[in-house]
């Protein structure tokens, strides 16, 4: 009997929406990790940001609780209040240190961090924001987006700021587009006039922890006497730490701890940053296994995607992909950026986290 390929394919679509129907992805109520138990079915989770696995880290988890032991839950206080914890301080010390910056200011979140810091700097210099900068790096809420390719607007920036009579620009943009995904280079800074003061402004909030064995972007950043770098970042993705962090010389860190919302605002948790301070050979362990899934990965397929070296996410080019992966019981990163109308963005993100099998497991439904 013929077998009418059209009607098979018919109802493999009716089968992956019936799943869909029943299964709920937006309630769930355990940690995320490699496994993720929904209605009594185990599924294998490839999506989110714990690159490095730190919130399934039993050492990471220990040193944590050793730090609520020494501090405490939390901390409501200001950091410019007249009694306060030494150990903000010393984070930021040793932040500075491990990433090679001159100083480090450390705030409850990225999204704080970031909002600080462009605010602060707007006032030094006209401000240009490179395509898809993210929107915690936004003055205003309306922000126009800029979605020109970014060689592009490289090439927009040098020529804008040489014709320009004003002095000092404050150049925004994300260190890389983890959707894509794409890493940036800023090496373009040198081609502007080294009578211009340029003080840019990268967010390294996917990078920082992975890229370039875990220094992230900083230690790529153009290093010129005009430029001045200042890179900020989520500590709550590869680091595992909800916290936001800025790195860049005393003179910025002194100006952004001057600041109102710097003075205003509540610490990250002590604890936390306890368990940052100690965990850099953790971190280092984590990186390795995640190096190892990704060899393992890419070496085993022959991948079309569109996927940057050292980073574990991989842009699948058919927007069906994650309902096939679904029905072998897989969970991938699956939803439309950056508008609820646009077309949904395919993503097998790899962490630490998963073991052999899980990446095996990965590459048996792909191929199927």
Same mark, same amino acid.
Do not use: C
């Given at each position: 009997?013929?077998?009418?390929?059209?009607?098979? %394919?018919? +109802? +493999?679509?009716?089968?992956?929406?019936?799943?869909?129907?029943?299964?709920?992805?937006?309630?769930?109520?355990?940690?995320?990790?490699?496994?993720?138990?929904?209605?009594?079915?185990?599924y294998l989770y490839f999506g989110g940001t714990a690159y490095l696995g730190i919130?399934?880290?039993?050492?990471?988890?220990?040193?944590?609780?050793?730090? #609520?032991?020494?501090?405490?839950? *939390?901390?409501?206080?200001?950091?410019?209040?007249?009694?306060?914890?030494?150990?903000?301080?010393?984070?930021?010390?040793?932040?500075?240190?491990?990433?090679? =910056?001159?100083?480090?200011?450390?705030?409850?979140?990225?999204?704080?961090?970031?909002?600080?810091?462009?605010?602060?700097?707007?006032?030094?210099g006209k401000v240009i924001y490179a395509p898809t900068?993210?929107?915690?790096?936004?003055?205003?809420? *309306?922000?126009?987006?800029? &979605?020109?390719?970014?060689?592009?607007?490289?090439?927009?920036?040098?020529?804008?700021?040489?014709?320009?009579?004003? /002095?000092?620009?404050?150049?925004?943009?994300?260190?890389?587009?983890?959707?894509?995904?794409?890493?940036?280079?800023?090496?373009?800074?040198?081609?502007?006039?080294? @009578?211009?003061?340029?003080?840019?402004?990268? @967010?390294?909030?996917?990078?920082?922890?992975?890229?370039?064995?875990? +220094?992230?972007?900083?230690?790529?950043?153009?290093? $010129?006497?005009?430029?001045? *770098? !200042?890179?900020?970042?989520?500590?709550?993705?590869?680091?595992?730490?909800?916290?936001?962090?800025?790195?860049?010389?005393? /003179?910025?860190?002194?100006? %952004?701890?001057?600041?109102?919302?710097?003075?205003?605002?509540?610490?990250?948790?002590? =604890?936390?940053?306890?368990?940052? +301070?100690?965990?850099?050979?953790?971190?280092?362990?984590?990186?390795? /296994?995640?190096?190892?899934?990704?060899?393992?990965?890419?070496?085993?397929? @022959?991948?079309?995607?569109?996927?940057?070296?050292?980073?574990? !996410?991989?842009?699948?080019?058919?927007?069906?992909?994650? $309902?096939?992966?679904?029905?072998? $019981?897989? &969970? #991938?990163?699956?939803?439309?950026?950056?508008?609820?109308?646009?077309?949904?963005?395919?993503?097998?993100?790899?962490?630490?986290?998963?073991?052999?099998?899980?990446?095996?497991?990965?590459?048996?439904?792909?191929?199927?």
């Amino acid at each position: 009997m013929a077998i009418n390929l059209s009607s098979v %394919l018919q +109802m +493999m679509s009716l089968a992956e929406t019936t799943i869909n129907m029943k299964l709920n992805f937006k309630s769930i109520d355990q940690p995320f990790s490699n496994k993720i138990n929904i209605e009594g079915s185990t599924y294998l989770y490839f999506g989110g940001t714990a690159y490095l696995g730190i919130p399934q880290d039993q050492d990471f988890i220990n040193l944590y609780i050793e730090g #609520i032991k020494k501090f405490g839950l *939390n901390n409501g206080t200001s950091r410019t209040n007249n009694i306060q914890l030494g150990i903000y301080d010393d984070a930021e010390k040793v932040a500075a240190a491990r990433y090679g =910056a001159e100083a480090a200011l450390i705030t409850s979140s990225g999204y704080l961090a970031a909002q600080l810091t462009v605010k602060a700097l707007d006032r030094l210099g006209k401000v240009i924001y490179a395509p898809t900068a993210h929107p915690s790096l936004w003055l205003a809420e *309306n922000q126009t987006r800029n &979605l020109i390719p970014f060689k592009a607007w490289e090439r927009e920036t040098i020529e804008r700021i040489n014709a320009s009579e004003e /002095k000092t620009w404050v150049l925004i943009s994300n260190s890389m587009n983890n959707l894509i995904p794409e890493i940036y280079n800023f090496d373009f800074v040198k081609e502007i006039s080294r @009578d211009k003061n340029i003080i840019l402004v990268v @967010d390294d909030s996917h990078g920082i922890g992975v890229n370039n064995n875990g +220094m992230g972007a900083i230690i790529n950043l153009p290093k $010129q006497e005009n430029i001045e *770098n !200042v890179v900020l970042a989520s500590m709550a993705k590869a680091l595992g730490v909800d916290a936001g962090i800025v790195l860049a010389s005393n /003179k910025i860190i002194h100006l %952004l701890k001057n600041t109102n919302t710097f003075i205003g605002a509540s610490p990250s948790t002590a =604890a936390g940053l306890y368990a940052f +301070m100690h965990a850099e050979e953790i971190y280092s362990k984590a990186l390795n /296994k995640l190096k190892e899934n990704m060899l393992m990965f890419e070496t085993a397929l @022959d991948l079309s995607w569109k996927y940057e070296w050292g980073f574990p !996410v991989y842009l699948l080019g058919d927007v069906n992909f994650s $309902q096939h992966l679904l029905q072998k $019981q897989v &969970l #991938i990163s699956s939803f439309p950026y950056p508008n609820p109308t646009d077309e949904t963005l395919n993503r097998i993100v790899l962490s630490a986290w998963h073991e052999k099998e899980d990446i095996e497991k990965l590459i048996a439904a792909i191929n199927f």
